[in-house]
């Protein structure tokens, strides 16, 4: 399942997924429906980075976590910058 939802375009169900836990389950036993540094390592190799920012998280490696939020932001606003520009551009020349 984690694999299948790995390979989508849209990951709100990725995200959905990894929010699961079993519940309290067995004392001392495995908390999540999958291992956690499988998930991460696929989540890196897919570049789903929002997954991986939940995993760091999840798994207490804030700093990490942080660093890649912080990196995803980045290049969120410079594609949010570049697109104002382009609209930008395109009213210059309509007008």
Same mark, same amino acid.
């Given at each position: ?6 390979? &989508? *375009?849209?990951? /709100? /169900?990725?995200?959905?997924?990894? &929010? ?6 067995? *004392? ?5 429906? =999958?291992?956690?540094? =499988? ?6 190799? *897919?570049?789903? $980075?929002?997954?991986? %920012? !939940?995993? =760091? @998280? $999840?798994? @207490?490696? !804030? ?7 912080? &990196?995803?932001?980045? $290049?969120?606003?410079? /594609? %949010? ?10 009213? %210059?020349?309509? =007008?």
């Amino acid at each position: 399942m984690f694999l299948f939802l790995s390979t &989508q *375009e849209d990951d /709100s /169900s990725l995200l959905r997924f990894l &929010q699961c836990k079993f519940g309290k389950g067995p *004392e001392n036993g495995p908390e999540f429906f =999958y291992d956690p540094k =499988y998930a991460l390592r696929l989540c890196l190799k *897919e570049k789903r $980075m929002r997954a991986c %920012v !939940h995993i =760091y @998280s $999840m798994m @207490s490696m !804030h700093e990490e976590a942080v660093a890649l939020a912080l &990196q995803v932001t980045n $290049m969120m606003a410079r /594609s %949010v910058n570049a697109l104002l520009l382009i609209y930008s551009l395109l009213l %210059v020349i309509i =007008y």
